[in-house]
């Protein structure tokens, strides 16, 4: 919950990105500074207590239950979640305070 400066945040993910089913879910995705990250392998404890207390229990449960879920992204899906961040990414550069 402390601020840093963007380059020294990494995105860091509740449920391990091994997991394919959970790699590129936003509530699984969240700025994490890389002391956390990295040192400390997430900071599970802490990273599982923000995310209750963001988005609630349930969607906690449902991120492990996805976890077990297998998945293989194909070409296509991927294509299409580049182009929606990368139109993302101009919209936030568009709107950046100078």
């Known amino acids: ?6 380059l ?4 860091g993910h509740y449920i ?11 509530f699984n995705c969240h700025a994490q500074c890389r002391r ?4 400390e392998q997430g900071a599970n404890d802490l990273y599982r207590e923000a ?9 906690h ?3 492990i239950i996805q976890k077990y879920t297998t998945k293989k992204w194909s070409r296509f899906e991927l ?12 919209v936030l ?5 100078p």
């Open 1 to 6: 919950g402390a601020p840093h400066h963007w």
């Open 8 to 11: 020294r945040i990494d995105n």
């Open 16 to 26: 391990k990105r091994q997991y394919m089913s959970t790699r590129f879910n936003e």
């Open 36 to 39: 956390c990250n990295w040192l």
């Open 51 to 59: 995310m209750i207390n963001k988005y609630g229990q349930e969607i």
């Open 61 to 63: 449960d449902q991120l």
């Open 79 to 90: 294509e299409i979640l580049i182009k929606e961040y990368s139109e993302r990414v101009k």
């Open 93 to 97: 550069l568009k709107n950046k305070l």
